[in-house]
């Protein structure tokens, strides 16, 4: 796995930049989160001690069905040349899916 970024990190922990760069220090200290790495002045984290951190409590049948998750989704990212499609214009990507289904399915409705 690659670096976790402090927007990456904050999303996965429901949280906003800001919350992450007020307390990861706390955390790290407090709660055991691996502490950052530093690259080009910014703060990332090692993907795999974050998850690992992350998932701690998890009966280990969760953790092996979380980590298939986030390599699914990785390789989704991947193939939408790194942008997740969930994001952005909701309508234009509802409108993009109508299409692809009306050309599957000869817009029937």
Not at 40 to 51: M, P, V
């Amino acid at each position: 796995m690659k670096a976790l970024s402090a927007e990456q990190i904050a999303s996965e922990l429901g949280r906003s930049i800001e919350w992450l760069y007020d307390n990861h220090k706390r955390l790290a200290r407090d709660k055991k989160m691996p502490r950052p790495l530093f690259a080009d002045g910014t703060l990332r984290w090692n993907a795999a001690q974050f998850y690992a951190w992350l998932d701690r409590d998890l009966p280990k049948d969760q953790k092996a069905a979380v980590a298939a998750l986030r390599a699914v989704h990785q390789a989704a990212m991947e193939a939408y040349g790194g942008h997740d499609p969930r994001a952005g214009d909701e309508d234009a990507e509802a409108a993009r899916w109508k299409d692809l289904l009306d050309a599957r399915f000869g817009g029937q409705h």
